[in-house]
């Protein structure tokens, strides 16, 4: 059975900083391209960054210089450390796994607010 469990999610200020956790299961979690996806109400879904086998990563413009995708392959978990935070990170942010079909998480809130 695959899971991909998020934490790390929580109340933050502008410009504070955060650090995201996925831990994986029942895959084999090196050979998957791992991603991070954020939901904001009432927007689709989208990118927010991307990890390869190989650690080839690739981050949406809007976090670019900001967010940092990372994984750890020993420990089966990816991450995405986020500063300067912004109140438009405001989101649902979700763990994906992608080798031939895609595996989601149930999503860890992000809310940045003063």
């Known amino acids: 059975q695959v899971q991909l469990v998020e934490s790390g999610g929580g109340l933050v200020q502008p410009g504070g900083s955060l650090r995201l956790s996925c831990a994986a299961s029942g895959i084999i979690f090196s050979i998957y391209t791992m991603g991070w996806y954020r939901q904001a109400p009432g927007k689709q879904r989208e990118l927010v960054a991307a990890?390869?086998?190989?650690?080839?990563?690739n981050h949406a413009d809007s976090v670019k210089g900001r967010f940092t995708i990372s994984r750890d392959n020993a420990k089966n978990t990816v991450y995405l450390q986020m500063n300067s935070l912004k109140p438009e990170d405001t989101a649902v942010y979700y763990c994906?796994?992608?080798?031939?079909?895609?595996?989601w998480g149930k999503g860890t809130l992000v809310t940045v607010s003063s």
């Open positions: 994906n796994a992608h080798w031939r079909m895609d595996y």
């Open positions: 990890i390869t086998l190989h650690g080839t990563t």
